[in-house]
C-alpha cells in the first residue's frame, strides 16, 4: 500500500524555486496545445525562466498555436519566453525536456483505424485491436526517430510521451536506446475522479485523490482510491452494484459507462476506460455497429468550430478560449504537473508509464507498464506493488496484453509483415492468425505511406 505524504497542491509546490529549463512540444501547432498554452500559465511560477519551443509541420497549426501563447503569456506578465520552429533538430537541441503529442496520419488515418476492423468483424477503436496496433505501427518509427535525436542532441532530456498508443510507443523507445522516457496518459486523472464524483465521494477543494492503479495504460485496475488519507474504494464498489441493479438495460448513450460501472461492482476495483472493450466486445461491436458515425469523424466534424473560434481569438490582445480541444484542463495540466516535479524536485506521486523492473509481479521485468511512481529529480520511481491487490483472474489478460505490447513493439522497431501479424494475431480482440493476416494487408495497404517499407513485405 502506498500513501503519498507529499504536497497536495501548486501552492505547496510552489515553495521550491524553479530553475530554468527548454522545453520543447513536438506536435506543438495541434488544437490540444492551445490548453497546454493556458496550463504553461496557471504553473507560471513553478516555471519562472524557462524557454518553451513548439515544433510542428503544420505551419499554420503551429503559427495559431504560437500568437494564441504568445498573447496569453505577454497579458499575465509571466517570466517564460515562447518560440516556434519547424526544425525538429533545432527544437529537440538541448533540450530539457520533450513533450511528443502528435497523430502520424492525422485523424483520417483514425478513420481507418475505427472503420476497416469493423468490416472484419473486430471492433475499430483508437488504441485497442487492430486500429490500436496499427497507430502504434505508424507512431512507433516516428517517436523512435525522435529518440535518435534526443540522444545526440539533448541527451540528459526528459522525453514525456503523449503519442498514443502511449505504452506500446514508450516500451519500443525504452529498448531502442538509453534515453530518460516517461508514457504519459491522463485517463487515471479523470476517470478516478470522475468515478468518486459519481459515487458523492469527491475530494476536498484545493486537495486531489491518491489511487493505486496499476497494468498497463488502458489497460489497468484502480484497487485504492484515497481520500484524506481513507479508502474509499469500498463505497465506489457499493455504489457501482446499487447503479448496476438500477440500470439493467444499456443503449447507444450509456453502455460505456453502464460497462465500466458494471466491472467495478463485479470485480471491486476500477477498470480503466478501455478494459470493457475486452469483457463486453460482443456488445461493444454491436453498438459500434449501429453508430452511424466513428469517434474520428465526430471528431473531424468539431474541429472546424474549434479552429474557427482559435483564430477568433488570436485576432484579440487577450484569448479568450471556451473551447478547448481537450477540454480546459487535462493534457496540458497533467503533463505540466508531471514536468513540474521533475524540474522542482517535488517526489509528488503521479501514475506513469515506465518499464516494470519487478514493480509489478506478474508481469515480465521489461514491459513497461502503468502504476504510482513518485517523481522528482531523477524522474519517475516507480512505487513497487507486488501484486497490487489485483486478483488472479484479472491477472491473465493484463499477462496476455503485455506481451502483445511487446511484440508490437519490436515489430514496429525492426520486424517485417510476417512479425507484425503474428504480433497481431496475438492481440485479445483478434486472436486468430487468418484474421490477422486479411485486416493487417489491407490496412497495411490504407496506411502504407507512413508505414516502413520492411511492414509492408
Known amino acids: 500500500m502506498t500513501i503519498s505524504t507529499q504536497p497536495n497542491s501548486v501552492a505547496e509546490r510552489e515553495k521550491k524555486p524553479a530553475r530554468r529549463a527548454k522545453i520543447t512540444?513536438?506536435?506543438?501547432?495541434?488544437?490540444?496545445?492551445?490548453?497546454?498554452?493556458?496550463?504553461?500559465?496557471?504553473?507560471?511560477?513553478?516555471?519562472?525562466?524557462?524557454?518553451?519551443?513548439?515544433?510542428?509541420?503544420?505551419?499554420?497549426?503551429?503559427?495559431?498555436?504560437?500568437?494564441?501563447?504568445?498573447?496569453?503569456?505577454?497579458?499575465?506578465?509571466?517570466?517564460?519566453?515562447?518560440?516556434?520552429?519547424?526544425?525538429?533538430?533545432?527544437?529537440?537541441?538541448?533540450?530539457?525536456?520533450?513533450?511528443?503529442?502528435?497523430?502520424?496520419?492525422?485523424?483520417?488515418?483514425?478513420?481507418?483505424?475505427?472503420?476497416?476492423?469493423?468490416?472484419?468483424?473486430?471492433?475499430?477503436?483508437?488504441?485497442?485491436?487492430?486500429?490500436g496496433f496499427f497507430y502504434a505501427l505508424r507512431s512507433i518509427p516516428v517517436v523512435a526517430g525522435i529518440a535518435t535525436e534526443i540522444e545526440k542532441l539533448a541527451p540528459k532530456a526528459f522525453l514525456l510521451n503523449y503519442t498514443n498508443p502511449s505504452n506500446i510507443v514508450?516500451?519500443?523507445?525504452?529498448?531502442?536506446?538509453?534515453?530518460?522516457?516517461?508514457?504519459?496518459?491522463?485517463?487515471?486523472?479523470?476517470?478516478?475522479?470522475?468515478?468518486?464524483?459519481?459515487?458523492?465521494?469527491?475530494?476536498?477543494?484545493?486537495?486531489?485523490?491518491?489511487?493505486?492503479?496499476?497494468?498497463?495504460?488502458?489497460?489497468?485496475?484502480?484497487?485504492?482510491?484515497?481520500?484524506?488519507?481513507?479508502?474509499?474504494?469500498?463505497?465506489?464498489?457499493?455504489?457501482?452494484?446499487?447503479?448496476?441493479?438500477a440500470h439493467p438495460e444499456w443503449n447507444q448513450e450509456n453502455y460505456e459507462q453502464a460497462m465500466i460501472i458494471k466491472l467495478?461492482?463485479?470485480?471491486?476495483?476500477?477498470?480503466?476506460?478501455?478494459?470493457?472493450?475486452?469483457?463486453?466486445?460482443?456488445?461493444?461491436?454491436?453498438?459500434?455497429?449501429?453508430?452511424?458515425?466513428?469517434?474520428?469523424?465526430?471528431?473531424?466534424?468539431?474541429?472546424?468550430?474549434?479552429?474557427a473560434h482559435y483564430k477568433e481569438e488570436a485576432k484579440k490582445d487577450v484569448p479568450h478560449l471556451t473551447k478547448v480541444r481537450g477540454g480546459n484542463g487535462g493534457f496540458g495540466d497533467f503533463a505540466l504537473d508531471v514536468l513540474c516535479s521533475i524540474l522542482n524536485d517535488t517526489g509528488e506521486e503521479w501514475v506513469l508509464n515506465v518499464p516494470n523492473n519487478g514493480s509489478i509481479n506478474f508481469?515480465?521485468?521489461?514491459?513497461?507498464?502503468?502504476?504510482?511512481?513518485?517523481?522528482?529529480?531523477?524522474?519517475?520511481?516507480?512505487?513497487?506493488?507486488?501484486?497490487?491487490?489485483?486478483?488472479?483472474?484479472?491477472?491473465?489478460?493484463?499477462?496476455l496484453l503485455a506481451e502483445y505490447e511487446g511484440a508490437t513493439a519490436r515489430a514496429a522497431l525492426w520486424g517485417n509483415r510476417r512479425d507484425a501479424i503474428k504480433a497481431l494475431a496475438s492481440n485479445p480482440l483478434v486472436l486468430s492468425y487468418s484474421k490477422a493476416e486479411e485486416v493487417y494487408d489491407e490496412m497495411a495497404a490504407a496506411h502504407a505511406q507512413y508505414l516502413p517499407e520492411r511492414l509492408l513485405k
Open 363 to 399: 508481469l515480465a521485468n521489461d514491459r513497461v507498464v502503468e502504476l504510482p511512481c513518485r517523481v522528482d529529480a531523477r524522474g519517475a520511481m516507480p512505487l513497487a506493488q507486488g501484486d497490487g491487490g489485483i486478483a488472479v483472474e484479472q491477472r491473465g489478460l493484463l499477462s
Open 170 to 245: 514508450t516500451e519500443a523507445v525504452a529498448h531502442h536506446n538509453g534515453i530518460r522516457i516517461i508514457g504519459m496518459c491522463d485517463g487515471p486523472v479523470h476517470e478516478i475522479p470522475q468515478m468518486a464524483e459519481l459515487a458523492g465521494l469527491n475530494a476536498a477543494p484545493g486537495k486531489r485523490l491518491y489511487y493505486r492503479t496499476l497494468g498497463l495504460n488502458h489497460g489497468n485496475w484502480t484497487t485504492a482510491v484515497w481520500r484524506d488519507g481513507i479508502d474509499v474504494l469500498p463505497q465506489i464498489v457499493a455504489w457501482s452494484q446499487e447503479y448496476t441493479d
Open 25 to 131: 512540444i513536438i506536435g506543438g501547432g495541434s488544437p490540444y496545445c492551445a490548453g497546454l498554452m493556458q496550463s504553461i500559465v496557471h504553473n507560471a511560477d513553478s516555471l519562472r525562466g524557462s524557454h518553451i519551443t513548439l515544433m510542428d509541420i503544420n505551419r499554420e497549426g503551429l503559427e495559431l498555436i504560437y500568437t494564441i501563447g504568445s498573447k496569453l503569456f505577454k497579458h499575465a506578465g509571466i517570466d517564460i519566453t515562447l518560440e516556434r520552429t519547424t526544425d525538429r533538430e533545432e527544437a529537440i537541441s538541448d533540450a530539457d525536456f520533450v513533450i511528443t503529442t502528435f497523430r502520424t496520419g492525422g485523424l483520417q488515418a483514425r478513420r481507418l483505424d475505427e472503420k476497416i476492423p469493423l468490416r472484419h468483424g473486430m471492433i475499430g477503436q483508437e488504441t485497442v485491436g487492430p486500429g
Open 264 to 307: 467495478t461492482a463485479q470485480y471491486g476495483a476500477i477498470p480503466s476506460h478501455y478494459l470493457h472493450y475486452y469483457y463486453f466486445p460482443d456488445k461493444v461491436l454491436e453498438f459500434l455497429h449501429k453508430k452511424p458515425t466513428s469517434r474520428s469523424e465526430d471528431i473531424m466534424a468539431m474541429i472546424p468550430d474549434i479552429l
